[in-house]
């Protein structure tokens, strides 16, 4: 809900010139037997202001035999900033918001055509919402214009650091960069180009798919025979970046994928060497972190094991001298940007 955030910010700045310690209280009013759209606006909103770090508080059975009193009788309650109230869903004309606040005693009430149900009706009633409740904050903003300026309280001071982040309107991110996929079991070890795409769900969680492949080749000869090994794999993976916003981000990850190895044999004569190849199911985990440079750019680095079955094996005149994939090691270093 970019649009949500962005209509939001507004209405934090506003308050920091209302309050310092405590954090600001709105009070969310619905019918008390809301339509789905309306619901699913109503938690959309409550959402967004918890998250925001404002005491937010639900009076889905307020007695609204004349609305006006109701909602002014809400608002001088102790504490509370502003009465923000979703009425009328039931009609098939229209909906009214209700935007009443303490500071300057104003209402403002705004008629939306019923959106209805529809796929964003909830996600545009709760941006329309918020964009009323914004409006009225600024008016609080000019009542108090000669206040002195105070600095906001942390949960404001971040959701502003969040909104205004260029990333935070970006869920996809490319890597490109290159890695060093080694096996301890043997001098094997490959330097490939990486490509990786992700997609964030949330502030946290990601899905990524890396690509690694066409790099150099691993050796690993016994007199007279050398073999000459290729990896390539592609992953599927599930993870978590930790502190988001932050320029420093640690990431953990675990997926699953297929490894495809291929050996090529050389002999000397009259010895005679062979080509074969293997695909197997490739399970990894890791771990690394995130390096943001400026705006959307920035570097990582990651170190992961990786485990495959049937691992491959590297055998001369029958006896195995190394094999890949029990477990391979690979530390990867990228670029990334946020598209």
Known sequence: ??????????????????????????????PQTPTS??????????????SAGFNVEVAPSLSLGNTLVALEQAARAPGVDAVLAI???????????WVVDRVTGKTTIRRLPNPGVSDRAAESLAIRALELLRASLLEIAMATDNAPQASPPPPVARLMQETLDPRTAARWSVEVGGNLLASPSGPLANIEPLLRISRRFGWYWLARL?????????KTDSTP?????????????????????????????VGAGALH????????????GETA??????????????????????????????LAQPYPSIRFFGVEVSHVGRPNLLLA???????
């Open 37 to 50: 759209t309306t619901a699913e606006a109503i938690v959309r909103v409550h959402g967004e202001l918890v």
């Open 87 to 97: 009425l009328g869903d039931t009609s098939p004309d229209s909906i009214e918001l």
């Open 1 to 30: 809900m970019t649009g949500v955030r962005l209509a939001l910010l507004a209405a934090l700045v506003t308050l920091m010139t209302l309050r310092t310690a405590a954090a600001s209280t709105v009070v969310l009013v619905h």
């Open 277 to 306: 190849q293997r695909w197997s199911f490739l399970a990894s985990a890791g771990a690394g972190v995130s390096f943001w440079i400026a705006h959307r750019y920035g570097f990582s680095a990651e170190l992961q094991a990786q």
């Open 333 to 339: 270093l990228s670029l990334l940007a946020w598209l």
């Open 225 to 253: 025979v050398t073999a000459l090994v290729d990896q390539e794999f592609a992953v599927l993976e599930t993870g978590v970046r930790l502190r988001p916003h932050a320029r420093i981000q640690p990431v953990f990850v």
């Open 210 to 218: 890396s690509v690694s492949g066409l790099g150099t080749q691993a």
């Open 261 to 272: 190895v291929q050996a090529e044999g050389r002999a000397i004569w009259p010895y005679q």
